[in-house]
């Protein structure tokens, strides 16, 4: 590339940073720093009735948790007013746009007509005709007008490195509004003046934006500028093959973090949903991803997202996470009351079973206050006379141990089982459900070892004692 490459995410302040966002993002991101670019953050806040500047925060915060950093911004549309009208006025004085003078009634009549005839609306081009006196001279009247691009009479051709080449026949769209009769600029146009001042090479964008591509096409050459390179993305779906949204769980990076999903595995996953590596590997580092990234392997085809995919890639992830890493990322999450020595030691038993941070501080839990609920299938299947007996006994013999660690319990509980000609499955697993409250955990002698002997004894005891006596 013989340019610099500079590259934009410009995300609207009027909902959070939903994954398409983010994955747009990621891409401009990746690219910016596989061609050692800049990665500008530009905020589109214009709509000032559907802006909301909390939400600005929300998304510059989501960012900084993905880790996509930017290089310069984050820009604001909402200051740059005077550059809009001074662009404005050069166009118009270039006669590359024009004022029209139309009522907003005599516009809804006109698409009324157009609905009646089974007609697509369409502007009738009426305000080219107006000389630019009679033009200078209403508007110095107070006249309402709004102004529109001078459409070009020729085919519009946008050659995407995505989706390929698409050819717009001339007259196929109308003389659009690039200013509102009350001064305020319009999307289409923001975007390509700013575009334009900020050197942006690279569009990397929804597929969705790619009608409206040839209008921007129109308004880079009006403004003397070449186009830049437009790569159009895919559109992510849920597993039911519609559009991604709410229905299908959770759709905002904020939601994954609230889930317990770590940047790290989102940014994988979401590097990978339409863009191809070369291989079939699918854990990569960020410094794998910037030195493989290119727009020719992104696909134009919809990707599909999928949750449980998501889940086993952030398990793999926190299987390799260091436990101090992830003690700091448990803080967003409850926790229980004790040592961070103890929970150090207990994320290291724990971590292997878990695929999200969620379930990490659940499993955690049983460190703190004894289980006051048992799995009510294993209890029925574990407990009873016979098995409270057991573990009175068994209990006897943990507390007579000089030494309470996961070595001695094993040797403890081995001997047990072969003096009553039991496997020790028998004896195991009752103690596994008195001190976690489940038939499942981590190794079971090492929870014991870290929940201590005084703790380990009262949960055996307390649920031998639950159980049904002998008749």
């Known amino acids: 590339m013989s340019a610099p490459v500079r590259v934009r995410f410009a995300p609207s302040p009027t909902g ?33 009735e559907r802006n909301k500047p909390e939400l600005t925060r ?28 001074e662009v404005a006025d050069r166009l118009l004085n270039e006669g590359k746009a024009y004022r029209a003078f139309e009522t907003p009634e005599e516009l809804e009549a006109q698409k009324l007509a157009a609905e009646a005839a089974g007609a697509a609306f369409r502007y009738s081009g009426k305000g080219r005709d107006i000389p630019r006196e009679e033009s200078d001279r209403r508007a110095a009247a107070g006249e309402k007008f709004v102004l529109r691009l001078r459409m070009p009479d020729e085919p519009i051709v946008v050659d995407d490195v995505v989706q390929g080449r698409t050819e717009f026949p001339a007259g196929a769209l109308d003389d659009f509004v690039l200013v509102r ?14 575009d334009v001042d900020m050197r942006i090479t690279h569009v990397v964008r929804g597929v969705d934006h790619l009608a409206n591509t040839p209008k921007h096409v129109a308004l880079f050459r009006a403004l003397g500028a070449e186009p830049p390179v437009f790569a159009h993305l895919g ?15 959770a759709a905002g990076a904020e939601e994954f973090r609230a889930q317990g999903i770590l940047p790290e595995a989102l940014f994988n996953f979401l590097a990978l949903l339409g863009w191809s590596p070369g291989d079939d590997k699918e854990r990569m580092t960020k410094e794998e991803m910037i030195a493989l990234f290119s727009l020719e392997r992104l696909g134009p085809s919809p990707s599909r997202f999928d949750h449980e995919k998501l889940s086993w890639l952030n398990g793999q992830y926190l299987a390799d996470t260091p436990n101090e890493r992830l003690l700091e990322l448990l803080g967003e999450f409850p926790l229980p009351g004790v040592g961070n020595e103890v929970l150090l030691s207990a994320i290291a038993l724990h971590k292997s079973r878990a695929k999200t941070l969620v379930e990490l501080a659940s499993g955690l839990a049983l460190y703190g206050a004894d289980p006051s609920t048992f799995e009510e299938a294993a209890e029925r299947k574990l407990g009873g006379p016979e098995a409270a007996a057991r573990l009175l006994a068994i209990a006897q013999d943990f507390e007579a141990l000089p030494e309470f660690s996961h070595a001695s319990l094993e040797a403890a509980a081995r001997a047990y089982a072969e003096k009553a000609g039991i496997g020790l499955g028998k004896i195991a697993q009752p103690i596994r459900l008195a001190v976690t409250g489940s038939a499942a955990s981590p190794p079971l002698f090492e929870v014991m070892e870290l929940l201590g002997k005084e703790t380990s004894l009262r949960r055996i005891r307390a649920f031998a004692d639950r159980q049904p006596k002998p008749e």
């Open 235 to 249: 559109m992510i779906l849920g597993a039911d093959g519609k559009k991604l949204s709410k229905r299908h769980g």
């Open 181 to 194: 009769s009350d001064g305020h600029p319009l999307y289409h146009f923001c975007v390509c003046v700013d």
């Open 58 to 85: 929300q998304i510059l915060d989501a960012m900084t948790w993905l880790g996509l950093s930017w290089d310069e911004g984050p820009f604001l549309q909402s200051d740059r007013a005077p550059l809009y009208r």
């Open 16 to 48: 959070s940073l939903h994954v398409g966002g983010a994955r747009t993002a990621l891409y401009n991101w990746l690219l910016a720093r596989r061609h050692g670019g800049a990665f500008i953050l530009r905020i589109e806040d214009t709509d000032a």
